[in-house]
């Protein structure tokens, strides 16, 4: 078991305090970077796919993972990014103007249901957000002047300061600077007091209340900082797209996201990226299966939204840690080898938590 | 412009409607109230009993009434298992996990109606057929009927079954206080199951109600969204506010359809959000915030 010894200040606010962990991203970091030169381009845009669900994946968890606040509805802030943006560069709005007001546009709205969404929880929530997703979606379809309804609105071609990046490489480097940007921005958000009061909320109201955090506006924030960068992650995703209709964010869309962040593992930012590769793998498998099973099952229409509910529904029967836990278990097992015990990580007895009386 | 004719036929449709809807949150509440989960899939249960009404009505030979029973049975089976093997696991556990397994379940259970029975839309041929003519050109069908007939009927076999019988009383302990209701000896776990077999039955019942106007196909368990929305604007913690709920939330749908076509088919979402905006507990509350 290695053991920290700290030497410096600095080693307290380091993200990777260990060798090994530092050896570990590193070596993510570089691949990803050395991605082009040894991918095609079907896989590189997969890759890229990946990011971007990785973006809107760390967006969610901070809401749902970090703050607690459950929320269906966040297919339509992927929708608000990928639509606002698109719409923006048809007119001829650059495209770095266009991903700021994007952003904002997203986090304002995000701040808005926030705002209604505070004196919320629990269900209240989940159920207010999908009626947003809902609402947002039969919107896109109405508002045909604008949105193209259910035609579909085509996307622009990228354009950066003026030079169209038309290779996949480009838009796949795009990706990675925003995945590098969102996920060292959530990882320092989390040391800083709003961070950390995000995690109070999560754990106790009642006890982040007491110690003079404001519940409300912590909520606020964290539906606003969510919104922002899921919307990010709606803009990349129309360039991914190239073609927008209502129907892609719906609620399955949703579940989609939902499904990133329990498997991954709640309240961790690398559980939505295991989240968001798992489900850029999920498609691969699905193909495998249709030719495996038999066809009366193999062939049906409904196998998707099967493999989604059975995977959620396995993962937090058997694993509510997520992909996360089990990594962390592996890894404790190596690191502590052979003083591993089978109680280790035996989960807590727990009971049923009252909402009642808040 | 409307006359008073369609007046009094669009508030009888959204009288019928709301009462299918409440028949459905009936389900929704009996099951918050028992284990305070939130089952997403109650749409579900519903599109589920309809279809199994509607195979046990192809075995029977289209007799409605046997099918009808043995469905909604199944159905409760299928409730009474979902609540001992998989929910009984996942007690404590953080309510967002618990909320994404129940819309999990709708998922699934949606695929499975699917692979089974097929995408297409079924009919189901119930006795309920006919139609009383109240006026010229004011007329009402008897499946309307038998909807609000229902629901007032359930609606009165609860009560009774809850204030009067043993097992009912046992069950509001349980859901008032489970830990204090298990040292009385009362089997918490089992009336749990029991209450998600119920919850479950009366779902099935109203999928069976609703096939002749709704028709029956996967996407019916959508109509559990709305059931939820209405709960959620009368309050969800008490039976009368949710049914209450309902009910406004099934009268204002048809009207709101016909003056602003543009949200047909969402108008409930809209008012819910509109009350949760207002009273974030819904019109009848039952929380109580907690003193520091």
């Known amino acids: ?358 | 412009m409307l006359q008073v004719n369609d007046i009094i036929h669009l508030a009888v449709t959204g009288l019928a409607q709301g009462c299918a809807y409440g028949l459905i949150a009936l389900g929704f509440v009996l099951i918050y109230k028992a284990t305070e989960v939130v089952n997403f899939a109650h749409g579900e249960f519903m599109m589920l009993g309809a279809f199994a009404v509607l195979a046990f009505s192809e075995a029977l030979g289209g007799s409605f009434w046997p099918a009808f029973v043995l469905g909604c049975l199944s159905i409760g089976v299928v409730g009474y298992l979902i609540d001992a093997q998989i929910m009984r696991r996942i007690i404590g556990q953080s309510s967002a996990s618990i909320f994404i397994l129940t819309v999990a379940f709708g998922f699934i259970f949606r695929s499975l109606a699917g692979m089974i029975w097929g995408w297409q839309t079924l009919s189901l041929n119930t006795p309920f057929d006919g139609k009383v003519v109240i006026a010229e050109g004011l007329s009402i069908s008897h499946d309307r009927i038998a909807i609000v007939a229902a629901t007032a009927i359930l609606c009165g076999v609860l009560y009774l079954f809850f204030s009067r019988t043993r097992f009912g009383v046992a069950m509001q302990a349980a859901s008032q206080n489970q830990l204090a209701a298990f040292y009385m000896g009362i089997p918490v776990k089992r009336l749990v199951s029991v209450t998600w077999a119920i919850g479950a039955m009366i779902a099935a019942a109203a999928g069976a109600l609703l096939a002749p106007v709704t028709q029956i196909d996967t996407t019916i368990g959508f109509l559990g969204i709305k059931a939820l929305a209405g709960a959620i604007v009368g309050g969800f913690g008490s039976i009368p506010g949710a049914l209450l709920g309902c009910l406004l939330i099934g009268i204002i749908e048809p009207f709101a359809d016909f003056y602003f076509p543009a949200i047909k088919g969402v108008s409930a979402y809209v008012v819910m959000l509109l009350v949760l905006f207002v009273k974030p507990e819904g019109l009848i509350s039952q929380t109580f915030q907690k003193k520091v």
């Open chain 1, 1 to 358: 078991m290695q053991v920290l010894f700290k030497t410096r200040y600095e080693d307290d606010i380091h993200f990777l305090a260990k060798t090994g962990e530092k050896i570990r991203v590193g070596l993510v970091v570089l691949l990803l970077i050395a991605a082009p030169l040894f991918l095609q381009n079907y896989y590189l845009a997969e890759l890229g796919l990946m990011l971007v669900y990785a973006i809107a994946g760390i967006g969610l968890m901070i809401l749902t993972g970090h703050t607690g606040q459950v929320s269906f509805g966040h297919a339509a802030f992927l929708a608000i990014g990928a639509y606002c943006h698109s719409i923006l560069i048809s007119h001829g709005v650059p495209f770095s103007v266009s991903v700021v007001l994007t952003v904002t546009l997203s986090g304002v709205i995000g701040m808005l249901l926030g705002r209604s969404a505070s004196k919320m929880h629990g269900f209240y929530l989940a159920i207010a957000t999908l009626a947003f997703l809902i609402l947002v979606e039969t919107f896109l379809g109405e508002w045909e002047a604008v949105t193209g309804g259910h035609a579909g609105f085509k996307v622009p071609a990228l354009k950066l300061f003026g030079i169209p990046l038309k290779a996949m490489w480009q838009q796949y480097y795009l990706d990675l600077f925003f995945v590098f940007v969102v996920v060292l921005g959530a990882a320092n958000l989390f040391r800083t007091p709003t961070g950390r009061s995000f995690l109070a909320v999560r754990d106790s109201e009642l006890s982040a209340r007491s110690l003079g955090v404001s519940v409300e506006w912590v909520k606020i924030q964290s539906f606003g900082v969510s919104a922002a960068i899921t919307g990010l992650a709606g803009v990349l995703l129309a360039h991914h797209l190239s073609y927008l209709s209502p129907e892609v964010f719906g609620v399955l869309e949703s579940l989609k996201l939902m499904l990133m962040i329990v498997v991954g593992g709640l309240g961790s930012i690398l559980g939505a990226i295991f989240g968001a590769i798992l489900i850029s793998l999920l498609p691969i498998a699905i193909s495998f299966l249709r030719d495996v099973l038999p066809p009366a099952v193999g062939q049906q229409a409904g196998l998707e939204p099967l493999l989604f509910g059975l995977i959620i529904v396995v993962f937090i029967v058997f694993e509510p840690q997520g992909i996360y836990g089990r990594w962390m278990k592996i890894r404790f097992f190596f690191e502590t080898f052979p003083y591993y015990r089978k109680s280790s990580f035996v989960r807590q007895k727990s009971y049923l938590k009252t909402e009642r009386m808040r």
